[in-house]
């Protein structure tokens, strides 16, 4: 086990929401941090004001341009950068295999020819795709239901290849249903964020199903608790780790829960399930994460909720100026409501 400390360290996506905050963690630990983003989904200002964070402001299949970050030597990179998510790869599966295929394989073959010391794959629960049992890391037949969990598994293969072909120190996470301060709202983005401005808003929370599909919520400290500590525990090469709480939440009682929180009394609708979505349950086993990594969530689901919901009222001028300029205006009243 190698503790990250006083590392020079690379994160890939570092100015989206989960990536700002493992930029923090590092920068409680010392680290000298460079981020790679190419702004798509991330925010500039997601980046805490340090002035010895490099930032490059690079889409990861540029090629060419990667190699004058890597002309430093870093101990580990963490790569989150992704083309976010289910229904934005749908429509766009292009530009999905495009960051997440190549993409990453730039980035691991960068991290092989500059002798990184750990490469650490975030990968999504999406990966396990239309299974509706129990999700352990043993399973390996899948049934992909949309072209971003195609992807995200192919990350995952292009990183088991870097480590048995050619001796690349790697780890994968596998995220469930991340959730916390710093997220938007948008057509394309996570349920809670959606729910909580649209709940802010005044308006009925709409639930696509039936509202029993359940999912498993962690929030985004515990998320970076769980990723850094699959970087320090380099003894487990090549592993697939689950990062979940272990606690399924049904969306109905999600919802139910932020229009308490928000005092929202405009209450909530069921509409039509969405196409490409057959997944019911999200069970993630976390007995491996916890043997191997020590790993375990800490956050309740409500205290999490609660965080993020001051969050998003601290800035809800710049939030609400954003939704003024989608392209598509009320696109978070109709049922893309991303639950997983």
Not at 253 to 259: G, Q
Not at 292 to 301: D, G, I, K, R
Request: hydrophobic share 35%; with cysteine.
């Amino acid at each position: 086990m190698t503790k990250i400390q006083d590392h020079n360290i690379l994160v890939t996506g570092g100015a989206g929401a989960i990536g700002s905050h493992l930029v923090k963690a590092l920068l409680e630990r010392n680290c000298r941090i460079t981020v790679v983003d190419n702004l798509s989904s991330g925010y500039r200002d997601n980046i805490p004001e340090d002035g010895t964070i490099r930032f490059f402001p690079l889409d990861i299949a540029s090629g060419d341009q990667l190699d004058d970050v890597f002309q430093d030597t870093f101990d580990v990179v963490f790569h989150l950068a992704a083309n976010f998510a289910n229904k934005n790869s749908v429509d766009h599966p292009e530009q999905d295999l495009q960051t997440n295929g190549l993409g990453t394989l730039k980035i691991l073959d960068r991290c092989r020819r500059f002798k990184v010391r750990r490469f650490v794959y975030a990968s999504s629960s999406c990966v396990y795709g239309n299974y509706n049992g129990p999700m352990d890391e043993e399973i390996t037949s899948f049934d992909q239901g949309t072209p971003y969990a195609i992807t995200k598994l192919l990350g995952e293969q292009y990183t088991q290849f870097y480590t048995a072909y050619h001796g690349l120190s790697t780890a994968t996470v596998r995220y469930f249903n991340c959730y916390g301060p710093g997220e938007r709202p948008g057509a394309y983005r996570n349920v809670i964020p959606n729910f909580l401005y649209t709940a802010l808003c005044g308006r009925s929370l709409q639930i696509t199903g039936n509202g029993d599909e359940t999912r498993d919520f962690c929030y985004v400290s515990d998320i970076i608790k769980g990723t850094i500590l699959a970087a320090e525990h380099d003894e487990y090469c090549g592993q697939i780790f689950n990062l979940a709480t272990g606690q399924p939440t049904s969306i109905l009682d999600l919802a139910e829960r932020i229009n308490t929180l928000t005092k929202n009394a405009s209450g909530l609708s069921l509409v039509g399930r969405r196409d490409w979505d057959s997944v019911v349950h999200r069970q993630p086993s976390i007995h491996k994460a916890l043997a191997q990594l020590n790993f375990e969530a800490a956050t309740p689901l409500d205290q999490g909720l609660e965080r993020t919901l001051r969050w998003m009222q601290e800035h809800w001028s710049a939030i609400e100026e954003e939704q003024k300029n989608i392209e598509h205006p009320g696109s978070l009243t109709n049922p893309n409501i991303i639950t997983g």
